[in-house]
């Protein structure tokens, strides 16, 4: 793996743990995630058994219908210094509202997700004003996430260990602390 792969890699990393203390879990009875389609593709459906490689920027929902960069986005587009992709697992180090619209689209498709408070960071606050990411407590999300393909890099289902079987998902993910399935 190349210097520079290692650096984007170290940084999901570090982003990715970074967030866990603020994730929630789902509470009955809200609503629903809501998938807005910007580019449809035919391709595969996203599921759980496989990282993927996306682009992404967080918004914020203003209760009088705009939409607020939260200051973290993958895209020059959207205020990143480069355009560079990221590797996600549905199910994983992703608050619940982010995996419930990743497994409703397609490899290549890209989409606004939006995400009710409750299934995202509900009455916690990530960041703080003035930061490089901020959301405040009960803020609904819009996420722009363009599924770009399997991140065939990450080394999933493949004998990395020497132990002649395939290696999970969850082995390599928790070797750097990241929860299992949500």
Known sequence: MSLDRWNRRFLQLTIMVWLLPFQILASS???????????????????????????????????????????????????????DVISIVPGQGLVPGWTEGLLQMKEGERAELYIPAEKGYGHKTLGTPGSDIYIPPNSPLIIDVEVIAKDSDFGVFEDNDGSGEDD?????????GFPGDL
């Not at 593709?41 to 607020?68: C, E, H, M, Q």
């Not at 999970?168 to 750097?176: H, R």
């Open 168 to 176: 999970e998902i969850d082995e390599d993910i928790n070797s750097y």
């Open 29 to 83: 009875g809200s609503d629903d995630v809501v998938v807005k389609t910007l580019k449809a593709t035919s391709g595969a459906p996203v599921t759980k058994d496989w990282p993927y490689l996306a682009y992404v920027t967080f918004y914020i929902d203003n209760k009088d219908g705009t939409r607020k960069p939260s200051g973290w986005s993958t895209r020059t587009e959207d205020g990143a210094e480069e355009d």
